[in-house]
């Protein structure tokens, strides 16, 4: 390549900056460019600045718009000289990156600059292009960038070696655009610009310009300007409008195309037309319909279906291939194959059954729980005997707020299976399980499909949260729905309304959670394996609190553990003042309430660690929700032990004789049917057997006894309370109080026997609550006493009774 360079040692570094500004002629060229300058000299050391998209070319002449930082500077030095000359260069690599030197390509175009102008940050400038220049030297290393350079001359037809050559490439130029100009009627506007400047017969401006014409990459336009020798650069440019007319071809063919199809509804989707027939050209797009079929065909090769299930979508593949696109049914039928096609036919994970496993992850999530983490354990044993779990239903049964979601998803995690949750709290519509027929509009599956395409495998942990609060309604009974589902007989052939294909279920390990038992249908409670979880006592929630709560806390409020330290005796008197339930769900907002008071402290500029105890607690939470529990007594007052969908409670029965005038009976507090049923049995067998039991024979002969449950905005229901009503009317009737800090609780009958109840575990907790240590129980629950942790256990006294004689000497002094 014949391209003229100076060495860098053909400059004295002696040379000042001042002597290169001197105008010296330049090499004599016959260019066009002699024209353009009208005897002017082109200096040595020009200031330089970049153009980012491409290069500047000499024949070009266009505004050029750049940032006023760094370049600014540059632009009003150029400004002050004699003559506004400038050196524009192409700048490698991305324009946001600093501009160094060596990130400037050498050859560029030394333009003149008109009418310069600044504002808002942005600065303008039209540039004129004179002549190309090579890079020599650079005179300084940051903005305003100055540098040393040399001229090539530029050749027309008479300065090259091959005349005849060379016109023939300015003619295939020249036809060149003359094929373009139709094509794109912005060219013509350029073209007539570029012969207001240059003649066509100039060969090296003619082939610059047609360079700057075309659409090419900056990387090939630079080649091109770093071509010096004209013919080599002309047969350049020549493949490059050879492309670029390709090119403008197929986009008016597109065009052309797309213009065809079009009708006025159609036209305001224009644009994603054109773009499907661009792609259609580059053979990367499909209609819909073959990229549907294509698609759907490509998923079934990864799945293992059953043999209806694969006729099945043979079918619908073939009704889907002849319908029209815009058809309703064409939807219905890709709806229909999405799904079949979306579900994890015959994909499972590996169950991971390593009890040491389980047993950290269950210790990691959950604090206290112990029995319930045994019956988890037992139940991942028998299915590493097996070899896999299934067949089982699993339902966690307790008060709000201990753990029954979460216990569900850290059984997932030990398990290593997918995890899905949804609710059945309010669902009235059996569809919402078995789903909708297709012939519905908006048809689609029901949750438990949905549940199994989400999971993306075939035997996830589906867990269906709140199942004691299905309803019912004229749509049909939801839970009568689940009874194929958690059924382990009929669920590994499960029909979906909207599939209509069986699918196997008994894969799938469901867990279910409820408050209580009593809505749940007999049916469906039968096909479920309960695990009670019946809550924690404040020992527990201590330690749930440090080592879950509150960090929990401090990381969803933005405080760091250096800035809130909240002291053990502070989290048990919250535990004690201010959320007594059975769960830890109230004891976690109270934490949060504290965390955000803290942060609020912190944002105000607070330095240093916010430290919580028990004299600033109040600060903090306010006075505390609930005061000590202080038992009532007295003469006909005896302390209870009740269950509630919330947990344990003990709960103070008063009797009290209003007067003596006629005999009578009165119950308040809210008491559902059976207890007061259990109130008239108590009221009955202790009037028939007062004698017997030491009491004044006629007391009840003429007295009118009110009986009471405080709190009795709260609603109470159950037998359990038989004996401690039957207690109360004995102590009023003996006027005899109860000295001693005692509980009870049991059903009594009309013979006087005392028979079993349930929730033994959270009456205990409730008596541990409450500071009451000795307890009476039915002797039919000693077993279920027994079976209690040790820490729930420790400092009970217990006392068992079979008949409610069993119960005075425990109660009442013996009188001769």
């Not at 065009?255 to 259609?280: G, H, P, S, W, Y």
């Not at 059954?353 to 269950?362: F, I, N, P």
């Not at 057997?689 to 024979?697: C, I, P, V």
């Not at 027994?786 to 008949?803: A, D, Q, Y």
């Amino acid at each position: 390549m014949a391209r003229s360079k100076a060495k860098k040692d053909d400059i004295p570094e002696s040379e000042s900056e001042e002597q290169l500004l001197e105008e010296k002629p330049a090499k004599k060229s016959r260019s066009k460019s002699s024209l353009i300058l009208k005897g002017k000299v082109l200096p040595k050391m020009l200031h330089i600045l970049p153009v980012f998209e491409r290069p500047f070319f000499p024949a070009q002449a266009f505004p050029i718009l750049m940032n006023e930082e760094p370049w600014l500077e540059t632009v009003e030095e150029i400004g002050r000289a004699d003559e506004h000359y400038a050196g524009l260069l192409l700048v490698r690599g991305d324009p946001e990156e600093p501009l160094l030197p060596k990130n400037f390509y050498a050859v560029g175009s030394i333009v003149e600059l008109h009418h310069p102008g600044h504002s808002s940050g942005k600065m303008q400038f039209i540039a004129e292009g004179i002549q190309r220049f090579t890079i020599v030297r650079w005179l300084s290393a940051s903005p305003p960038y100055r540098a040393i350079v040399e001229y090539a001359p530029e050749v027309n037809g008479g300065g090259s070696s091959q005349p005849d050559e060379v016109k023939a490439y300015a003619m295939a130029i020249i036809n060149a655009l003359k094929d373009l100009l139709p094509l794109n009627p912005l060219y013509s506007e350029e073209l007539k610009y570029f012969l207001n400047r240059f003649s066509p017969n100039d060969p090296s401006p003619l082939t610059d310009f047609a360079a700057a014409l075309t659409s090419a990459s900056k990387e090939e336009l630079q080649s091109v300007l770093e071509l010096f020798p004209i013919i080599e650069r002309m047969q350049k440019v020549l493949v490059l409008l050879k492309n670029e007319i390709e090119v403008a071809k197929l986009q008016t063919q597109i065009r052309k195309k797309v213009e065809e199809k079009m009708t006025d509804q159609q036209r305001k989707f224009f644009l994603r037309e054109q773009l499907k027939e661009i792609q259609q050209e580059l053979g990367i797009a499909k209609d819909d319909r073959t990229a549907e079929i294509d698609r759907f065909s490509e998923r079934i090769k990864l799945l293992t279906l059953p043999d209806e299930a694969k006729n099945r979508f043979d079918e619908e593949m073939d009704k889907l291939a002849i319908l029209e696109t815009g058809s309703p049914e064409y939807s219905v039928t890709r709806n229909y194959l999405d799904w079949v096609t979306n579900l994890p036919w015959g994909i499972t994970s590996k169950d991971r059954l390593e009890l040491t496993h389980a047993r950290r992850v269950l210790d990691k999530d959950h604090d206290g729980l112990d029995d319930v983490k045994e019956r988890i354990l037992e139940f991942l044993a028998v299915g590493k005997l097996k070899g896999e779990i299934s067949g089982s239903i699993l339902l966690l049964v307790g008060p709000p707020g201990v753990g029954k979601t979460s216990i569900g998803r850290s059984i997932a995690a030990a398990l290593e299976r997918k995890f899905y949750r949804f609710s059945l709290g309010g669902m009235r519509d059996e569809a919402e399980i078995k789903g909708h027929r297709r012939t519905y509009i908006g048809a689609m599956p029901g949750k438990i499909i949905q549940a199994i395409k989400d999971a993306k495998t075939q035997n996830p942990v589906i867990m269906l949260d709140e199942i004691d609060k299905i309803g019912a309604s004229y749509q049909g009974d939801p839970a009568s729905a689940l009874l194929e589902v958690l059924d382990p007989e009929q669920n590994n052939s499960f029909l979906d309304h909207y599939l209509d294909l069986r699918f196997d279920l008994s894969k799938t390990l469901f867990i279910c959670t409820a408050n209580q038992l009593d809505t749940i249908p007999g049916p469906l409670l039968d096909r479920m394996e309960v695990i009670r979880l019946s809550g924690y006592i404040a020992a527990e929630k201590l330690l749930i609190a440090k080592n879950h709560l509150v960090p929990r806390q401090l990381e969803r409020n933005g405080v760091r553990p250096s800035q809130l330290k909240i002291s053990d005796v502070a989290i048990t008197q919250i535990i004690d003042g201010y959320a007594r339930e059975a769960g830890v769900r109230n004891l976690e907002k109270q934490l949060g309430k504290i965390s955000r008071k803290a942060a609020r402290k912190v944002v105000d500029g607070f330095k240093g660690c916010i430290r919580i105890g028990p004299r600033n607690l109040s600060d903090f939470l306010g006075k505390p929700t609930f005061a000590k529990d202080k038992n009532l007594s007295g003469i006909g007052v005896v302390t209870g032990l009740a269950w509630t969908s919330m947990g344990g409670a003990t709960l103070s029965i008063e009797a009290s004789l209003i007067h003596t005038k006629n005999r009578g009976f009165k119950l308040t507090g809210q008491m559902g049917d059976v207890m007061k049923e259990s109130a008239d049995i108590a009221y009955s067998f202790i009037a028939a057997n007062l004698k017997q039991f030491q009491g004044s024979e006629d007391f009840f002969d003429n007295a009118f006894v009110h009986l009471h449950i405080p709190e009795g905005a709260t609603p109470k229901d159950g037998p359990s309370a038989g004996i401690t009503m039957a207690v109360a009317l004995l102590s009023l009737a003996r006027r005899e109080r109860i000295t001693k800090a005692v509980a009870m609780t049991g059903e009594l009958t009309l013979t006087g026997h005392i028979f079993p109840i349930g929730g033994v575990r959270e009456k205990v907790i409730a008596a541990r609550r409450s500071g009451v240590f000795e307890l009476i129980f039915p002797n039919a629950n000693r077993g279920d006493f027994e079976e209690l942790p040790e820490h729930i256990r420790e400092n009970i006294t217990p006392h068992f009774v079979k008949h409610f004689r069993d119960v005075l000497p425990l109660l009442f002094r013996h009188r001769d």
